[in-house]
């Protein structure tokens, strides 16, 4: 149901599904903690739905499954590419310093980085249209 109308996107509050509950990340996407299993989704309102109006909305999975590789495969890949640059170079440019100390500080570098990379990326994904939930129609 319309909660809330906005220029070109509308609140929607609507039930948790079944995916929600096997999902690994229901803890952290504001899910949790809410009563009786209602969500609030923010949609693109392309067919102009009204306040109070019954909505069927749609996420797409590819989008879905993309930000999540994004969320949780990048910063891995990140630190592990730090690491493996720590161990392989330190030797090299510090030879007088502990690898893996070397190998752990650049390890964190590049998590961090991999972090504010999303936070830069998440600005530009936020405005494509592919990553937003879309009402389909009005019941």
């Known amino acids: 149901m ?4 906005n220029k070109k996107t509308v609140l929607i509050k609507t039930q948790r599904t079944g995916a929600c509950d096997n999902c690994a990340s229901k803890k ?22 009204s306040l109070g109006d019954k909505v069927v909305f749609t996420v797409g999975a ?8 994004l969320l949780y ?3 891995i890949v990140f630190f592990i590419f730090g690491v493996v640059l720590g161990q392989t ?6 030879p007088d310093q502990n690898p893996d100390l070397i ?9 961090a980085l991999a ?3 999303l936070k830069i990326y998440s600005k530009f994904i ?10 389909l129609r009005v019941e």
């Open 103 to 111: 190998s752990g500080l650049l390890g964190a570098s590049f998590l």
């Open 28 to 49: 952290s996407c504001g899910t949790a903690g809410s009563v009786d299993n209602e969500i609030i989704i923010e949609a693109d309102n392309t067919i102009g739905a």
């Open 73 to 75: 495969l990048l910063p």
């Open 126 to 135: 936020e405005k494509n249209k592919a990553f937003r939930p879309q009402v």
């Open 89 to 94: 170079v330190a030797v090299k440019v510090f």
């Open 62 to 69: 590819a989008s879905v499954l993309k930000a999540g590789l």
């Open 2 to 5: 319309v909660v809330k109308l």
């Open 115 to 117: 972090f504010f990379g």
